[in-house]
């Protein structure tokens, strides 16, 4: 079963509204969490790490006040797409990976497909 | 530069033959870690294979290897007996031992779209 939950697997909004997508750890604590965005046919691209108890560290070009990030617990991280509009409607998918050592399996979230109007 | 490069956008392949998807990356560290992974249409990223820079036996896990070519810099992913279920997309990802922090990020190639032909 999976043991990396994502909600919602889908959502539309009205631009300029803000969607929060959650991406929780099922039976492991996650200190570190990662977002991605993949556009259609394209691959995945890093947007931030998520880190527990501290600030996520963002790749560059990614605006930090667009795309708010939150890791309040060791099983929760929280992506906030905040006053949406049509060009951030895209594929968004978190991951985390049970270990530190290079061969963890990265789990993903079943990802979150989002459509601004 | 690319940290992994995908040559094949789509394949074409007919059910039960083998096939091969490219992979070759670029790192300078000597310990990192290469995966494959599948996303169907519906956008699960589903893993498949992992293999370890100082791993010395190819990686294989049922009908999934992973032929390892290190001074290449290679990790193509080889299906056997291919079945129209292993239409989708796969991506080849690595990680690098950068930092003293662990669990560090996964960079994705641009994937390949396999189809597989009745």
């Known amino acids: 079963g999976a043991v990396v939950s994502q909600h919602p697997s ?71 797409v905040t006053s949406a509009h049509p060009e951030d409607s895209s594929f968004y998918i978190c991951s985390a990976s049970r270990g530190t050592d290079l061969n963890s399996e990265a789990f993903f979230g079943q990802g979150t497909r989002l459509t601004v109007v | 530069a690319q940290k992994i490069t ?45 293999q370890g820079s100082y791993d010395e036996q190819n990686a294989t896990e049922g009908r999934y290897s992973l032929n390892f070519q290190k001074a290449r810099k290679s990790a193509n992913l080889v299906i056997s007996a291919s079945q129209l279920g292993d239409s989708a997309m796969y991506f ?11 669990n560090e990020k996964l960079t994705f190639g ?6 597989i032909i009745p």
């Open chain 2, 6 to 50: 995908q040559t094949q956008p789509g394949m074409f392949v007919q059910e039960k033959e083998a096939v091969t998807l490219d992979c070759t990356y670029d790192t300078s560290d000597q310990s990192y870690g290469l995966f494959w992974y599948k996303q169907p249409s519906s956008g699960e990223m589903i893993f498949l294979i992992y």
């Open chain 2, 92 to 102: 080849c990802a690595m990680r690098e031992a950068q930092s003293n922090f662990g």
């Open chain 2, 110 to 115: 641009t994937g390949t779209r396999l189809t």
């Open chain 1, 10 to 80: 889908r959502v539309i909004c009205k631009s300029g509204t803000s969607v929060k997508i959650e991406c929780r750890s099922l039976d492991f604590q996650a200190t570190t969490m990662f977002w991605y965005r993949q556009f259609p046919k394209k691959s995945l691209m890093l947007m931030a790490t998520s880190n527990e108890g501290s600030k996520a560290t963002y790749e560059q070009g990614v605006e930090k006040d667009k795309f708010l990030i939150n890791h309040a617990s060791l099983t929760l991280s929280t992506l906030t």
